[in-house]
């Protein structure tokens, strides 16, 4: 092998060893037992599992009693606390399973009203799988033949079954989204805006704020609506009949004998007229009592959170608008003008920032990749002037930071496994240290120094479903509480003074700014709004406070006038009662975690694929993966008809190493023409090829930036199947050897692509791909071969256009060495027609595969445009109409032997029209219409072609 290929070689091995250090080591895994289900954690999590499991039993009892129905198997269930997120995840196929993340969630989330984080997770998880897995009649005939692949109530729009999930969240707990006052804030603003969802967008999905929460918002809220007007029985005997129901989709069917014959379009109508009354007579309500003015200070919508003043009287915060990058942005006053607002940096899901004292930089938090496998909030420190971000910790699990006035420490929040704590961390050094945790199960969030530095305060969750505001001096054993109720007081913050506090609470229904003084205990009233007001910035010498507003775009940054004493009683605290501790509960373990309960296939799935290559062709396949993910697996075997031209594949997956092992094989009948023979023959070589391969992959992930690292040994055995017909003028050929022929392959991907709420693709970034086989007598094989393929794709926004883009495309690959023993290349039109959607490098304009050479290279230039906002869907029928996007080309390709030649060239124009859809209320659909002509020798005229497939 030439010195170079050695290098490229040793070059992406040395990249991958070098990463491989940093990954963490092994964890030890364990299964507790309880009467219905199984609960597997990792280490570290011994002292919280309990707590799970008691969550666990509890909610089959619940959720099993007001269902009817209990699972005929049990659920796993796995917690992990790889990341600083939370959520969760269910699933009734192939088994029942529920993925569950110990990190509750933050002050300002969707989630955050809750008695107690397991116990609300895991009843809304669970109520997915009792619901799921309740399956009758025809479809449970149709899973005893293919293993658990058509529950029927998986087939339900989304609004139903996350509705569902949140309404039996809300009843069975103390808290819940239901009764969630953010939640109630969302549904009042679209209904005062009339901006509410229309049946139809709700089925499918909305791209509009709050998007794909806007099933869990308006679900919960329409089948809590149906339940008070009709009973709770109602959706236990919806499901029940949708569980057994054989055709799909018919939607109100189950419905209508138990709502006086009424169904969901006509509810969902009466529905939303009830909400628009409740959202006017709060407005009245407010109006009434002496609504507080405000003032729009920025108008970025969606997500504008932490308002920080800067030295020069600049407001610094958080913003995440639906049309741009997710950044630091700043405010800057301008007489008589709304602020002008710049972004600073680009940054990810930040989680709490503070300017340092010299006005120079910002401290932030935001989840970074930390061990190559966990997901982690760490510090990062923001150049004002440049923009430029370093990091600070790496791995600490810290957000919401506030900078002591000093500038050398900050206040934070550590996560820890299952509840948080304060520390300080040392901004020059990351080292972090210990100053208060709560000695029970606690969530701190938020907090703040006063000027001098010397006292803290800041919100907590505690057993109960309580979250107040506290307040700690340095040295003191116990926080002061300055609120103990059921209401959710989130976001402290100091006046300049220090003897006020100000914060944010839903202690009427709707969230509102109230003071709280520290001398006198007094609080009062800053705020009266009708939607919501968040994260108070008071400027009690300015008489002026800035809060984060909610209004018709979300979230943005308002300013009202503020004359601390001129500010009224604060409203009394809610009546809601505290949540009862969870019971206790039988268990058994815990025991080693073994992955053979979950391996073992539980389905098999038919193929069915239909293109103008190989006509139609049938398989099946069949999959399996742990619990936990040690291994997983798949095969599937195909076959055309009626050539018979077939192929079989086997992959295999195994992560107990630190870099995950990679196994395959596969089959398939191949046909090489004689021109990629050198012409040597005349039709087709036809052989059975079988490929071996093992090797080792490793993505790595950055903040939007995702790099893959793949390197494999393979081995093909080639078995001719015919004698290929020999030109009698021509040379005596040497034709592909047959036996073993062994290889290494090396890859790298990478992609720093973004696209936002609307955009027709891709918009800005781009994707690099390269690939190397190298086959060589040290690697067992007979030649010495090298195959070089690489794509670069780069997005562009165009100029003055909102939301066109420019595409940009180079494809590329060579193959060296003898033409028998590695891969020829292929270049031309794509198929007629193909479902699912063809992919890959295609030269439009020209027939298919006709051109073929030892190299090619592709350039596609491509106009993607917006066209028509559909938005279109007819009502709960599975079929949304979404957008219809258009595209022009300039395809230039060449196929070469040698050298490429500015001769080969051949280009191709034309434009497609693309139709988004939104199948089954939950599959993307694209269909894909094209038009192209061929502008040099070889080309056709007019050349249509189209495609169905998944979205793209």
Known sequence: MTRWRWWLVAGLLALVAGQAAAAPPLRRWYTLRTACCDLTYHDGLEGDAPRWARAIQESHEAVTRFLGYAPGERTQFLLT????????????????????????????????????????????????????????????????????????????????????????????????????????????????????????????GGRAFPGGNGAYLYGGHFLTWIADHYGADVLRKVSHRYGGQALPYALSTALEEHTQGRGYRELYDAWRLDLTREALAVQARVEGEGRTPERRLTGLGQSVFYPRRLRDGALVFYGAPPDNSAGLYVARPRRGQAPEVVRLTEVQSVQGLSPTPDGRAVVFAQPELYATTYSY????????????????????????????????????????????????????????????????????????????????????????????????????????????????????????????????????????????????????????????????????????????????????????????????????????????????????????????????????????????LFGLTLGATVS????????????????????????????????????????????????????????????????????????????????????????????????????????????????????????????????????????VSAERGRRVAVRARVGHPLLINREETLELDAEYREYLEVPLLARHVWHLAVFGGVARGAPWARRAYFLGGPPSFAFPAFAGAWLRGYPQYVLVGDGYLLVTAEWRF????????????????????????????????????????????????????????????????????????GGVDLQAYGALGLGG
């Open 624 to 759: 399996g993966e742990d619990l936990v993910g040690y291994h997983a697996y798949e095969a599937d075997a195909r076959v055309a008809i009626p050539s018979g031209d077939y192929a079989w594949s086997l992959a295999y997956r195994w992560t107990r190493l630190p870099l995950p092992v990679l196994l395959s094989a596969s089959g398939a009948l191949a046909r090489t023409p004689s021109s990629a023979l050198g012409n040597f023959v005349r039709g087709q070589l036809v052989e059975d090829v079988v490929r071996a391969e093992a090797g080792v992959s490793l993505p790595l992930f950055r903040y939007r930036v995702a790099h893959d690292v793949s390197v494999a040994y393979g081995m093909a055995l080639r078995h001719r199947r015919t004698e290929p017909v020999l030109r009698p003028d021509g040379p005596a050929p040497r034709l592909p050897e047959q036996g073993p022929g062994g290889y290494l392959s090396l890859g790298y991907a990478y992609a720093s692509t973004r696209a936002f709420r609307d955009s």
């Open 377 to 612: 909030a760490d510090l990062f420190r923001a150049d004002l002037a440049t923009g430029d971000v370093t990091r600070i910790t790496a791995g600490a699990r810290v957000r919401d930071p506030d900078v002591h006035p000093d500038g050398r420490t900050a206040i934070a929040v550590e996560n820890r496994t299952g509840r948080s704590r304060l520390v300080l961390v040392d901004l020059a050094t990351g080292a972090v240290r210990p100053v208060f945790g709560f000695p029970e199960v606690a969530e701190i969030h938020s907090p703040r120094f006063n000027a001098r530095g010397d006292a803290v305060v800041f919100t907590a969750w505690r057993p109960g479903g309580f979250r107040d505001v506290y307040l700690l001096h340095p040295g003191a054993a116990e926080p002061r509480a300055l609120t103990h109720d059921r209401a959710m007081d989130l976001h402290p913050a100091f006046n300049a003074a220090g003897d006020a506090v100000y914060f944010s609470s839903d202690r009427t229904g709707v969230y509102d700014i109230y003071r709280h003084d520290l001398r006198t205990g007094a609080q009062t009233r800053a705020t009266r709004v009708v939607t919501g007001a968040f994260m108070p910035l008071p400027l009690e010498e300015e008489h002026a406070l800035i809060y984060v507003g909610f209004g018709a775009d979300a979230y943005d940054l308002a300013a009202t006038p503020l004359f601390p004493a001129q500010l009224p009683p604060a409203d009394p605290p809610p009546t809601r009662p505290a949540a009862a501790p969870l019971p206790a509960v039988a268990t058994w373990g815990p025991e080693p975690y073994t992955p053979w309960e979950t391996l073992w296939p539980r389905y098999w799935r038919p193929v069915i694929r239909v293109d103008s």
């Open 81 to 204: 606390d790889d990341t600083d997120s939370s959520n969760g995840s269910a699933t009734p196929v192939p088994y029942n399973q529920v993925r569950l993340f110990a990190r509750a969630p933050g002050s300002m989330s969707d989630l955050s009203d809750h008695d107690d984080w397991a116990r609300a997770l895991v009843v809304h998880e669970y109520t997915h799988i009792v619901h799921t897995d309740l399956i009758r009649g025809v479809p449970s005939l149709f899973n005893w033949v293919f293993g658990k692949t058509w529950p029927p109530n998986m087939l339900q729009p989304r609004w139903f079954i996350e509705g569902l999930a949140v309404f039996v969240e809300t009843r069975m707990t103390t808290g819940g989204r239901a009764r969630s006052s953010l939640f109630d804030m969302y549904l009042r603003t679209a209904a005062l805006d009339g901006r509410l969802w229309d049946l139809d967008v709700l089925s499918s």
């Open 866 to 937: 917006p066209l028509l906002e559909l938005q279109q869907g007819f009502w709960t029928v599975p079929l949304f109409l979404d957008r219809v996007r258009g595209l022009v080309f300039l395809d230039q390709g060449l196929v070469f032997h040698d050298l490429p030649r500015l001769s080969q060239l051949r280009r191709g124009v034309g434009a497609e029209l693309l139709l988004d859809v939104d199948a089954f209320y939950v599959v993307p659909v694209t269909l894909r219409l094209g038009v192209a002509r061929g502008l040099d020798a």
